[in-house]
């Protein structure tokens, strides 16, 4: 892909969500790395119910700490994987706790030490809370990029990654994440995506694709 069209496609996506940001509802670096554990393999918007009551009830590490892990169980019960997820927060806040003081390390090599804080997770962090330029790589901004083709459909999350920020100017990279998300979640959808006036489809070949697939009529029955 060429330059031009990398800028093509960064200027559209800019143009068309120049208001994304995270969706996650937070009030401080830690409540943001929380949130983002939580969604993983959940919506934003189940995330933000859950969060409501949960950041009230907890505000800082050792609050996590001081109840039973079936209480915190039972807190987040409505997102996916909760059990485990509600471990992996009880030994976050124990590192936290006994390595930072109860802080929230700010180098993304500390964070990803963290029980159920992953390379993503990072990302989103340094770069909403701290201000490092990061490009975090979710199911949209995997599913968008690869049918862009900025990256190739093969490639792994980490290698989306890389290409992106290889491709995307360093100083663009947290803007252009955000822009992503907005655009797969909200316009390229994993299900019906909207190919049919979508400023992109010059240069989306699985749009184009879709574009001559005729749709299956369905049968009368």
């Not at 907890?58 to 807190?75: G, S, T």
């Not at 701290?130 to 995997?142: L, N, Q, W, Y």
Request: hydrophobic share 35%; glycine share 4%.
């Amino acid at each position: 892909m060429t330059a031009k069209k990398v800028r093509h496609i960064l200027d559209t996506v800019a143009d068309m969500f120049p208001q994304a940001h995270c969706e996650l509802h937070h009030s401080n670096p830690f409540e943001l790395t929380i949130a983002v554990l939580l969604s993983a393999q959940c919506t934003d918007e189940t995330v933000n119910k859950v969060t409501a009551s949960l950041f009230q009830k907890y505000k800082a590490p050792n609050d996590y700490l001081a109840v039973p892990l079936e209480e915190l169980e039972q807190d987040i019960r409505r997102i996916g994987l909760f059990r485990n997820k509600a471990k992996n927060i009880q030994g976050l806040c124990e590192i936290l706790m006994t390595r930072y003081n109860g802080q929230l390390p700010e180098r993304h090599e500390q964070l990803v030490e963290l029980p159920g804080v992953g390379r993503k997770t990072a990302n989103v962090v340094v770069s909403n809370a701290f201000g490092v330029p990061a490009i975090a790589v979710d199911t949209h901004v995997e599913r968008v990029s690869k049918r862009l083709g900025l990256a190739s459909p093969d490639d792994s999350v980490l290698q989306v990654e890389q290409k992106l920020m290889k491709k995307v100017p360093r100083d663009e990279w947290t803007n252009t994440h955000h822009r992503l998300i907005f655009f797969g979640r909200y316009h390229c959808k994993a299900q019906n995506p909207q190919c049919a006036g979508c400023p992109l489809l010059d240069v989306c070949s699985d749009g184009k694709q879709r574009m001559k697939t005729p749709k299956k009529r369905k049968s009368k029955e």
